[in-house]
């Protein structure tokens, strides 16, 4: 069984097959063919280190992802995430390789949020802004350059210094990246890329701009005001996860029937005429999207 370390499996992802492999995997967990039961949380004796499992299966792969998380790393040279990705045949049971599990989910987050612009932004992308400067941030910005390299993305941080840095720090890929400037043109997409527990954008919802809330994974997280939540059409990523994560929704009080699931719009297109706002809370399918980018199917 191969073993793929973080820059292995950076190089073994190129976003534009990944964002492939999501959308085939996106519309197979719709149909059922692919299953992810809940994630296992489960706390080590006596410390505050947690165990995390995430099992995903289909009718090609078995997948498995194991995580560590370890919040007494923060003071020492450690990550406090560590983990990998285990990926076995399904008609044989044979372990195939394993992936780093942190790289896998900045990878295949940031692609799920590229796969929600192509099929729910009402026209061409030339302006993004990104509403945050962390790891996430840097994987949106990889996956930006790779699919939408002549677009701009403006950085909005916690003060203009960070976002300046972080946009400096961003100079080895090939697409203009700057930070926001103060009364800017209206932007095509926006998306937020933190772990806020109060609003970060509340501007008035438009149609011609798709709104992305990537953060706010827990109930009390909030990035997007809920104006914009109330007042758009409601995709996620996952219809199963969403309603005890997607913190946005949650506080918005929205009507959970009249949210659906992103693998509705490879089928449907979205409303022209409406505000969409697409909430990104992540399961274990998406890791078996990665994994199938390198073990591809041959097509029935």
Request: charge should be negative; glycine fraction near 6%; aromatic fraction near 6%.
């Amino acid at each position: 069984m191969r073993h793929y370390s973080a820059a292995q499996t950076r190089e073994a992802l190129p976003f534009p097959a990944l964002v492939e492999a999501l959308a085939r995997t996106a519309q197979d967990y719709a149909d059922g063919t692919v299953r992810c039961p809940e994630r296992s949380v489960v706390p080590a004796p006596g410390g505050s280190t947690l165990l995390l499992t995430m099992p995903a299966v289909s009718q090609d792969l078995l997948v498995t992802k194991l995580l560590t998380f370890c919040p007494d790393n923060a003071s020492t040279s450690l990550p406090t995430i560590q983990g990998q990705v285990l990926c076995a045949s399904a008609r044989t049971g044979e372990l195939l390789f394993s992936l780093d599990g942190p790289t896998v989910t900045m990878r295949r987050t940031s692609a799920i949020s590229l796969l929600a612009i192509r099929l729910l932004a009402h026209g061409p992308v030339r302006r993004a802004l990104m509403i945050g400067t962390g790891t996430q941030a840097r994987a949106h910005c990889e996956a930006f350059a790779a699919l939408y390299p002549d677009s701009m993305l403006a950085i909005r941080g916690r003060t203009p210094e960070r976002a300046a840095s972080f946009c400096q720090q961003q100079a080895d890929l090939p697409i203009h990246i700057r930070p926001e400037h103060p009364q800017e043109d209206p932007f095509d997409v926006v998306l937020t890329v933190t772990n806020s527990r109060t609003v970060l954008y509340d501007e008035a919802p438009s149609p011609e701009c798709l709104v992305i809330g990537v953060g706010a994974f827990q109930p009390d997280m909030i990035e997007v005001g809920p104006r914009i939540v109330r007042n758009s059409a409601l995709y996620v990523d996952d219809l199963a996860g969403a309603p005890g994560e997607a913190g946005e929704l949650i506080q918005a009080g929205i009507d959970w029937n009249t949210v659906q699931p992103l693998a509705a719009a490879l089928r449907t297109p979205p409303p022209n005429n409406q505000p969409i706002f697409f909430k990104s809370v992540g399961c274990a399918a998406w890791d078996l999207a990665a994994c199938r980018v390198l073990a591809p199917q041959p097509s029935p």
